[in-house]
T-cell receptor, first 111, second 118 residues
Framework: SQKIEQNSEALNIQEGKTATLTCNYT??????LQWYRQDPGRGPVFLLL?????KEKRKERLKVTFDTTLKQSLFHITASQPADSATYLC??????????FGQGTTLQVKP | GAVVSQHPSWVICKSGTSVKIECRSL??????MFWYRQFPKQSLMLMAT?????????EQGVEKDKFLINHASLTLSTLTVTSAHPEDSSFYIC??????????????FGAGSRLTVL
């Protein structure tokens, strides 16, 4: 069955450092990979989308890489800030729009 | 743009009663909406795909008679939890799909509804 794995342990980093979150998947060939941010008690918010034929995508302090050979995506936040503290969800989809989510990794940025 | 409103944000009900949750796309039309369920510290689990004007498609293991979904218009989908029991207590989140010219589909989520069944 399709499986998405994100590091379940919280990631704690110092303000100003780069946070790197990992998303691995098996038994799936997604057309798109997306990253969402979720704050406690709130719905997820879309951050970035990368297609299967793209290697890297950037948006301000965010960078996503997508390696379909390794079946892995890395999500980077540069110059991290305490306001970046949240849970980050990786999601995969084909062409139907139906997303499958990983369990998320909680990031804590300390001032 | 692209705002999805979900109501109520929290609800407490007695066991055996039914609860309706509304999901509205405020500034765009959504032919497809998705309903998710999330338990504490766990991932979002897709419950069903709601298609405007047709029956919802339920994921394996989700009781369609328990979780009634109606998508009567391009901006409104509702989820009714019928005869709710304490084990139905959870965080329910809806999302509306937007399709871009590239073919990519992005979801805009509502803020979620916290259901507590006593």
């Amino acid at each position: 069955s399709q499986k998405i794995e994100q590091n379940s342990e919280a990631l704690n980093i110092q303000e100003g450092k780069t946070a790197t979150l990992t998303c691995n998947y098996t038994n799936y060939s997604p057309a798109y990979l997306q990253w969402y941010r979720q704050d406690p008690g709130r719905g997820p918010v879309f951050l970035l989308l990368i297609r299967e034929n793209e290697k890297e995508k950037r948006k301000e302090r965010l960078k996503v890489t997508f390696d379909t050979t390794l079946k892995q995506s890395l999500f980077h936040i540069t110059a991290s800030q305490p306001a970046d503290s949240a849970t980050y969800l990786c999601a995969l989809s084909g062409n139907t729009g139906k997303l499958i989510f990983g369990q998320g990794t909680t990031l804590q940025v300390k001032p | 743009g692209a705002v999805v409103s979900q109501h109520p944000s929290w609800v407490i009900c007695k066991s055996g009663t039914s609860v309706k949750i509304e999901c509205r796309s405020l500034d765009f039309q959504a032919t497809t909406m998705f309903w998710y369920r999330q338990f504490p510290k766990q991932s979002l689990m897709l419950m069903a795909t709601s298609n405007e004007g047709s029956k919802a498609t339920y994921e394996q293991g989700v009781e369609k008679d328990k979780f009634l979904i109606n998508h009567a218009s391009l901006t409104l989908s509702t989820l009714t939890v019928t005869s709710a029991h304490p084990e139905d207590s959870s965080f329910y989140i809806c999302s509306a799909r937007r399709t871009f010219s590239s073919g990519a589909n992005v979801l805009t989520f509502g803020a979620g509804s916290r259901l507590t069944v006593l």
